[in-house]
């Protein structure tokens, strides 16, 4: 079954994830709170929540070319094999690849820098329209105004996707 979730798509992979379920689960768990007193059981894991996290080692068997896709896998998003076969066995959402969360937040620096110029701008501008004789060098800005909306979504939409996930900012 797909469900298309319109505009609420974000929203809905933020709430998820901030409940460490997958979209699927979360969603899951919404039909079933909307289905009213005859909803049916679902099953819990009675996993305790405790912030001492004990360790223990295990032993898989595995096919040899299984165990080097888990390897590769891994290793590509910045775990060790046990956080990773723990993020599978749990369901929890699986963080970006390490070099997506790089090119993020370079993005985001580099967008940062761009805002803060920006912002700078802004103020001059400012300045200069306080100054009644300052109009025809307010104008003068508008070509560099004219993209600050975009500028700005742009900041909002990369900082809001590293922020959703506070397991993909490290």
């Known amino acids: 079954m797909t469900i298309d979730l319109r505009g609420i798509g974000d929203a809905v992979r933020t709430a998820a994830t901030g409940r460490g379920q997958t979209v699927a689960a979360f969603a899951r768990q919404a039909l079933v709170a909307a289905t009213g007193p005859n909803a049916p059981a679902m099953e819990q894991l009675d996993v305790p929540a405790s912030p001492s996290r004990s360790v223990a080692k295990l032993h898989l ?44 937040r370079r993005a985001l620096r580099q967008s940062c820098d761009q805002l803060a110029a920006l912002a700078g701008d802004i103020n001059a501008l400012i300045r200069l329209l306080r100054l009644a004789q300052g109009a025809e060098a307010a104008r003068q800005f508008g070509d560099r105004m004219c993209g600050l909306e975009a500028d700005v979504r742009r900041h909002i939409d990369l900082a809001s996707r590293l922020v959703a996930d506070p397991e993909d900012i490290r």
């Open 61 to 104: 068997r595995m096919d040899e070319r299984e165990a080097q896709v888990l390897i590769f896998k891994a290793r590509a998003l910045g775990l060790s094999y046990g956080e990773y076969v723990g993020h599978l066995v749990t369901g929890t959402p699986l963080p970006a690849p390490v070099a997506q969360r790089d090119a993020d």
